[in-house]
């Protein structure tokens, strides 16, 4: 089955450096607001995971999530985590390095499509 989330080397390169110095992490995609739509990255405890939310996978070791209502609208593409210069969201870990995580995406091919809702009928 084709992942829902993967990041880029640069992204997983980042994620290490800042898994030395916090620990265990978790993201979840930004629905807008303060933060833009973007990938942001917790400490565990610091945004509450709940029904309102869907766990897409793991990059980088660490749990993906994303809002219910904006997965509705991207179920149909592969969230690429990448890294831009510049800061990203104020609640982000990484906003003091100088660095961002960015939301890329790709559409799902047909059969790639297929194979995910036969998964989602488990």
Request: with cysteine.
């Amino acid at each position: 089955m084709p992942e829902k989330v993967i990041a880029t080397a640069a992204a997983l390169e980042l994620i290490e450096e800042l898994k030395r110095e916090h620990g265990a992490m978790m993201f979840h995609q930004s629905g807008g607001c303060c933060d833009n739509s973007a990938a942001n990255c917790y400490l565990p405890g610091e945004i509450t995971i709940g029904a309102g939310d869907v766990y897409l996978g793991e990059i980088g070791g660490c749990p993906f999530y994303i809002g219910k209502s904006q997965y509705e609208y991207w179920k149909h593409t592969q969230l690429i985590i990448d890294v831009v210069e510049g800061h990203g969201g104020t609640f982000s870990l990484e906003g003091a390095t100088g660095k961002a995580f960015h939301t890329r995406s790709r559409l799902f091919s047909d059969a790639e499509m297929a194979e995910i809702i036969v998964d989602n009928d488990r």
